[in-house]
């Protein structure tokens, strides 16, 4: 089906199923109210009304079973109306059957005859449930074409008719409008640069009246007089038009800027939905699973018409249906227990969904037994996570945090509702994927809290940008730990590798240029501006130029051809029409730790002029394989040169053009760009053309040395010169010793 398509295109199938989807819903929530509500008339009215327009919609498209099935249930509800039946419990899960084979015959496009026994059973069933129940005989037949795209009007009244928009229209329409807000504030300071335009011709005309004034009692050339009074009409009519155009040039700037915002709102709208739109399967399922246990769960939900991003709701439907399984499986007692704890005989789940402070907070508590944290400190060190000395020291907050990590449960038996050690590191990297934190709390013989700090949306990001290298990056504040100024003194070293203490803990500190690949600075900074970031095992401290403050940003996904992009999520246009590039923070804590642990981090006080002082040669060595890269390294740095290495021939490129290198020493066989390429690039290149280049290669062949030379290579080896001092002697040649 096109996603575009409106209502009036859609076949009858199509609008059967939506109807379907629609009245199930219903049907589930009036059920589950039954079991609750001591005066359920509204509820009976409900499920009479929902079974009877599926009767009429599956009749249209001749969907027998069907038919039957919403027809045995509209009789059922209807005797419970009148008084003739009292649905139970056990009523209620052959009644949910039926709503989920209905649900079943609506998404299958053709039902086999190999399902009818099964339909006619569930007949039979919610038939006994009431004897004034007539039971039908069922007659499988097949839907009618799927184009037919008549609508019948039993099913959609026009004031519901909608269109579908694909979500890639939709992010296109919100890079749109984010241009049209940008575009808005260029107006801005342009009106802004008017106002200084209407300032000088007033002290223009103030001058040339001046100028009347002190040539009045000279005799002066009638022409010149007259040319006078000229030039100070011209200049008043001037200043007149200037003032007016100003006041039509400012309202309609403020008029334009209104109608970006607003049209960006708009567009933010349709991107919302309540939150009650993702939660509706999740009654059903408590209800279900606590039954399937022997348990009585009530599940409370506050917030329900709370708007959520449709793209967030959807990827926390997962998070949000573990977080449930748990608590009804784990968390809540059996009724016996309950009582034995002077607690009521049913476990509550509460769901609290609100805005608060620009951000969207979900909270799943319940009233259960809680988990034991002394018993979790004992868990940790079974499965020598940490040491026990360790596990003593830590915090409530840091314990909780291993429930988080994949694999780790505190349950010894499996289920297949929960205990298998796979759902809570789901929710932690779900949500931290939409940018998001989850904080778990536990009060022992209380009940559990899991709270979910997300943004509003995912097509707009409160950021902290900062300076890198003289280009804008932004950070999503929810992914910053902290942000600080450090002074030289408070930089301590341990094993060459610069750290600070922060709330007694030591965090490692690595420049966000070498990180990024970009040139030092040109003079070390009074002090360093740092962002501290970190995943769950990993905390660092990233040395960024400056600070530049926090914005309000509009997410513009990269270009897909680019493939991803490291350390980078995403893109976005400041105010004034500049990009900024958003950083993935995952990816970024993932490099600083391949940094770390190479052991190459370089001085984060480090500057351009420290490094000429320096008598270190560098040399970029490319190369695609791993193991030539290293042995290349290897012995360059036995011999006291700098060495930094790129994995293509692009790559090496990109270097060459922010770095400084005495020397290049490069493969042939290359992805993106091969080493002749390479090699031609830079001798042709105005400010590199004087690096030497070094071709090491695994041909050997006459032709492919040609070639190497011709491109302006200054040596041409082959791969076995590593044996001997063949390639050492080379670069000596060249550059001279290290």
């Not at 059967?16 to 819903?25: D, L, P």
């Not at 759902?423 to 009940?447: C, F, K, W, Y």
Request: glycine share 6%.
């Amino acid at each position: 089906m096109n996603e575009d398509a409106d209502l009036s295109q859609l076949s009858l199938f199509d609008l059967f199923k939506m109807e379907v989807t629609t009245q199930v819903v219903v049907l589930n929530n009036c059920l589950l109210a039954l079991e609750t509500n001591p005066d359920p008339k509204s509820e009976l009215a409900a499920l009479m009304r929902a079974a009877h327009c599926i009767k009429g919609a599956a009749r249209i498209v001749q969907l027998e079973p069907a038919v039957t099935l919403a027809h045995v249930m509209e009789d059922c509800f209807s005797a419970a109306q009148v008084g003739k039946v009292n649905l139970t419990a056990d009523d209620i899960d052959v009644l949910l059957q039926g709503v989920d084979m209905l649900q079943n015959i609506a998404t299958n496009a053709e039902l086999q005859p190999g399902n009818q026994p099964q339909i006619q059973s569930l007949v039979n069933a919610i038939a006994n449930i009431s004897t004034a129940v007539n039971i039908p005989a069922l007659d499988i037949l097949q839907p009618p074409p799927a184009r037919e795209s008549r609508q019948p009007e039993a099913l959609v009244s026009p004031q519901n008719q909608t269109v579908r928009v694909s979500t890639d229209n939709l992010r296109r329409l919100m890079g749109l409008a984010g241009e049209t807000i940008v575009s808005s504030k260029w107006l801005e300071s342009f009106t802004e640069s008017f106002v200084q335009v209407r300032t000088n011709q007033i002290e223009l005309s103030k001058l040339i009246v001046k100028l009347q004034e002190l040539v009045s009692d000279r005799p002066l050339d009638k022409h010149i007089q007259e040319h006078l009074s000229t030039v100070n009409q011209k200049t008043s009519e001037c200043t007149r038009l200037i003032s007016d155009r100003q006041t039509e040039l400012e309202s309609f700037s403020q008029r334009s800027g209104n109608l970006a915002h607003r049209l960006y709102r708009e567009l933010i709208t349709t991107r919302m939905c309540p939150f009650t739109d993702g939660w509706q399967g999740f009654p059903r399922m408590v209800r279900d699973l606590a039954r399937q246990l022997g348990k009585r769960v009530n599940l409370e939900i506050q917030g329900q018409h709370t708007l959520v991003d449709r793209d967030i709701l959807e990827r926390l439907e997962a998070c949000l249906t573990q977080i449930l399984r748990n608590a009804v499986d784990h968390g809540i007692e059996s009724p016996s227990e309950r009582v034995a704890q002077s607690k009521p005989e049913a476990g509550t789940i509460a769901i609290e969904v609100v805005h608060r402070a620009g951000m969207l907070f979900i909270t799943i508590a319940d009233d259960g037994r809680g988990i034991d944290l002394e018993f979790l400190r004992q868990e940790v060190v079974k499965k020598q996570l940490v040491n026990a000395d360790m596990a003593m020291q830590l915090t409530e907050a840091e314990l909780m945090e291993f429930l988080l990590l994949p694999g780790f449960s505190t349950t010894q038996t499996i289920t297949e509702i929960s205990g298998r050690g796979v759902g809570l590191d789901i929710v932690h990297n779900t949500v931290r994927e939409v940018g998001g934190t989850v904080r778990a709390v536990s009060q022992p013989g209380t009940g559990m809290s899991f709270y979910l700090q997300l943004p509003l949306t995912l097509s707009i990001v409160r950021t902290l940008l900062v300076e890198i290298a003289e280009e804008p990056y932004a950070f999503g504040l929810t992914r910053i730990d902290q942000v600080l100024m450090l002074s030289p003194s408070e930089i301590a070293m341990s094993e060459n590798r610069p750290f600070f203490w922060l709330n007694h803990q030591p965090v490692e500190l690595i420049s966000a240029r070498q990180i990024f690949e970009l040139p030092l600075p040109a003079a070390n900074p009074d002090s360093l501006a740092v962002v501290v970031i970190s995943d769950r095992l990993h905390h660092y401290g990233l040395v960024v130029d400056r600070f530049i403050g926090e914005y309000t940003l509009v997410v513009r996904p990269l270009d897909p051809r680019l493939g991803k992009i490291p350390n980078i999520s995403a893109a976005a246009l400041m105010d004034n029409g500049s990009p900024v590039l958003i950083i993935d923070v995952e990816d970024l804590v993932r490099s600083m730790t391949k940094v770390v642990a190479s052991g190459q981090l370089s001085q984060v006080n480090q500057s351009t002029q420290q490094t000429l002082s320096k008598t270190h040669k560098r040399i970029l060595v490319v190369d695609d394989s791993i193991t030539v890269r290293e042995m290349e390294r290897k012995l360059l740095e036995n011999h006291n040169y700098q060495v930094d290495v790129a994995v293509n021939g692009m790559d090496g490129w990109n270097a060459l053009r922010d770095g400084n290198y005495d020397l290049v020493i490069t493969d042939i066989d290359m992805p993106r760009m091969n080493g002749f390429e390479l090699t031609s690039h830079i001798k042709t290149h105005p400010q590199l053309k004087n690096i030497p280049v070094i071709i090491v290669s695994y041909k050997d062949r006459q032709e492919d040395r040609i070639q190497g030379l011709e491109a302006g290579a200054d040596y041409y080896l082959t791969k076995s010169s590593f044996h001997d001092d063949t390639l050492l002697q080379a670069v000596i040649d060249l550059i001279g010793q290290g």
